[in-house]
Structure formats: C-alpha cells, structure tokens
C-alpha cells in the first residue's frame, strides 16, 4: 500500500509540473506572475504537498522562481538569457549531430526515425502557418526524440531544458508580434533528411540556420522594454 500511494503521488506530482509547464508554454502564466502553493492546489483541487513538490521542480528547471514569503513566480528570462541559450545549444548540438553523421546509419536507422519525420512535417506545417500553440508541443518533441536517438539522456535533457527555457522566454513576445509567422523556423524537415542520408555538411547548414534564425530574432526584441521592435 505505501509504494501503490507513493506512486500515485509522484504521478500527482509529474501531472501538476506538466500542466504548469504547458500553462507557461502556452502564455497564459506569465514572466513575473506570481501565485502561491495553495493557489495552485485549490486550482487542481489538489493537496499542497504533490504541488509544492511540482513547484520545486519547475524551479530547478529553471521555470520558476522561489520566495519564501511570497510564493513563486514564473522566471523572467532576459534576450541576454536567450543569446546564451541559443549558444550553449549550438556548441553542443555541433557536436551532437557531428558524431551522429560520421556514424551514419549504422547509429541513427532510417527506420528510427519514422516518428521523428512525423514530428518535423507537423512542426513545419505549424511554423509556415503561424500556428504558436501547434508548433511548440510538436518542436519539443521533434529535438526530444531526435536527440534521444543520437546521443546520450544526459545531454537530451539538458537540451530539452534548454529549449523549453528558451520557448519560455519567446511565447510571450511572438504571441505579441505582428510578423509573428516570418520568425518561426521550419527547417525540421532538412534537418530529418541530412541525418538520414548521414549529410554533415547539410546537417551543419540546417543546424547554423536554426541558431542564425533565433538570433536575428533576438536582435528584434528591445532588450528595455522587452518586447519585439517596430
């Protein structure tokens, strides 16, 4: 009995930190929104222990900020923060996907990446049509398979934590910007089609790109008043 309920408060737990995730995610909690552990429990009708768990790691993960007076509150991440993210993952993805070309298909099967092809022509689809909400479920799980295949599961978190920061800071201000559709990158597809035929100079190009494409966004955003330029 006492592992069945340590279970099912560990889930409680995954689901609230989930549920969070994609409230930040989708823009309706915002950077500096501040909220309490009771808050969110009487929210999901919910005890404050599996939440204050959840709140704790969401913290850790970089999301969230911890008060000790007056609760938490979502992060605030600077275009500063982003630029750093952008790099960080360009030096690691660099030689992430290196390694994963040299060995070709022997390491990453065509076959393997069936599922990962369908994240990136959904993720696409999303980026040419403008479609915010579409495009990050699909994009996170396009870079978490694809990475999970070619290297190893400390690196794919790490990654994956990345991107979702990264995400956290964007939501925010594309959702605020009127030319919102010509900044969402749609080059997964590429990206798919160069690790399959095991291309490092193509996978390189579709990975500058990628980081190219963040960053002149970046330059759009007034890092005063932190929102896109005019």
């Given at each position: ?15 609230i930190?989930d549920?969070?995730r ?8 915002l ?6 552990v ?6 999901y009708?919910v005890s ?10 969401l ?6 900020d911890?008060?000790?007076?007056r609760?938490?509150?979502v992060?605030q991440?600077?275009v500063?923060?982003f ?6 993952r360009s ?12 060995h ?22 999303a ?8 495009l990050?479920?699909?994009d996170l799980?396009f870079w ?11 690196i ?7 991107r ?13 910007d009127?030319a ?19 291309d ?15 960053l002149?966004?970046?330059d ?6 932190g929102?896109p330029?005019?």
């Amino acid at each position: 009995m006492p592992a069945s309920g340590a279970v099912t408060r560990n889930t409680l737990r995954q689901q609230i930190a989930d549920a969070l995730r994609d409230e930040v995610l989708a823009g309706r909690l915002l950077p500096g929104e501040e909220f309490t552990v009771k808050h969110i429990a009487e929210q999901y009708g919910v005890s404050a222990t599996p939440v204050r768990e959840a709140l704790v790691d969401l913290s850790a993960q970089g999301l969230l900020d911890s008060d000790q007076h007056r609760g938490f509150r979502v992060h605030q991440f600077t275009v500063a923060d982003f630029r750093a993210m952008i790099e960080a993952r360009s030096l690691i993805t660099e030689g992430v996907f290196r390694r994963a070309v040299v060995h070709g298909t022997r390491r990453v099967r065509s076959e393997a990446l069936v599922s990962v092809r369908r994240r990136a022509e959904e993720a696409a689809r999303a980026a040419k049509g403008g479609d915010l909400d579409i495009l990050i479920g699909y994009d996170l799980r396009f870079w978490r398979e694809l990475t999970a295949l070619i290297t190893n599961q400390y690196i794919c978190d790490f990654l994956h934590r990345l991107r979702v920061q990264a995400w956290v800071f964007s939501v925010p201000l594309l959702r605020g910007d009127r030319a919102c559709r010509d900044w969402l990158w749609s080059g997964h597809e590429q990206l798919v089609d160069a690790i399959t035929l095991g291309d490092a100079d193509a996978a390189r190009a579709v990975m500058d790109d990628c980081h190219t494409h963040s960053l002149a966004w970046a330059d759009r955003v007034d890092p005063e008043l932190g929102r896109p330029r005019r």
